[in-house]
T-cell receptor, first 112, second 116 residues
Framework: KAGVTQTPRYLIKTRGQQVTLSCSPISGHRSVSWYQQTPGQGLQFLFEYFSETQRNKGNFPGRFSGRQFSNSRSEMNVSTLELGDSALYLC???????????FGAGSRLTVL | KQEVTQIPAALSVPEGENLVLNCSFTDSAIYNLQWFRQDPGKGLTSLLLIQSSQREQTSGRLNASLDKSSGRSTLYIAASQPGDSATYLCAAPANAGGTSYGKLTFGQGTILTVHP
């Protein structure tokens, strides 16, 4: 059974640009959550999608957005990148009735 | 608002030692708590999930306990090995009322180094 797949694994952008990250959950999982991890702030929740609907949202500015497709794949987008957006972005999926979150390997974003 | 604290921030032990990692949370009305491991530059690997109805959960050399009344959880690692070196994170539902789903509050982690 394939795990959670995140693409791209590494990317470098410059300030002001935008970026889109992709997450494919475990087959059959309909819930996808996104987290940002930085050395200073640790792991912080961004948002969660279930059946194409945003179910929870963290305290991030509107530059951070996401969506989920009918096949449960999810994307997150960050517009007008800032240096502080440099981080490891982690995606996790969760099955129906299950509480365990399974994480992907992450997408490491560097903003120059 | 749920807050999660982990002590110690870092721990260095010789191989073979038994050790305990601590996690405390402020909102005790949680329905579960999860422990993760993270290797440098990698994603998180789920180690153990304890439901609120359980007091302990075991997997191999790992044992996690949960005491909701005191707002504490511990992760016990028996006979530590160099391969156990990693950052260990605990996470509790952000909204203890049961609406958190995939929204977890993480501690800052304990960096464990097991030297031969």
């Amino acid at each position: 059974k394939a795990g959670v797949t995140q693409t791209p694994r590494y990317l470098i952008k410059t300030r002001g640009q935008q970026v889109t990250l992709s997450c494919s959950p475990i087959s059959g999982h309909r819930s996808v959550s996104w987290y940002q991890q930085t050395p200073g702030q640790g792991l912080q929740f961004l948002f969660e999608y279930f059946s194409e609907t945003q179910r929870n949202k963290g305290n991030f500015p509107g530059r951070f957005s996401g969506r989920q497709f009918s096949n449960s794949r999810s994307e997150m987008n960050v517009s007008t990148l800032e240096l502080g957006d440099s981080a490891l972005y982690l995606c996790a999926s969760r099955g129906s009735g299950a509480n365990v979150l399974t994480f992907g390997a992450g997408s490491r974003l560097t903003v120059l | 608002k749920q807050e999660v604290t982990q002590i110690p921030a870092a721990l260095s032990v010789p191989e073979g030692e038994n050790l305990v990692l601590n996690c405390s949370f402020t909102d005790s009305a949680i329905y579960n708590l999860q422990w993760f491991r993270q290797d440098p530059g990698k994603g998180l690997t789920s180690l153990l999930l304890i439901q609120s109805s359980q007091r302990e959960q075991t997997s191999g050399r790992l044992n996690a306990s949960l005491d909701k009344s005191s707002g504490r959880s511990t992760l016990y690692i028996a006979a530590s090995q160099p391969g156990d070196s990693a950052t260990y994170l605990c996470a509790a539902p952000a909204n203890a009322g049961g609406t958190s789903y995939g929204k977890l509050t993480f501690g800052q982690g304990t960096i464990l180094t097991v030297h031969p």
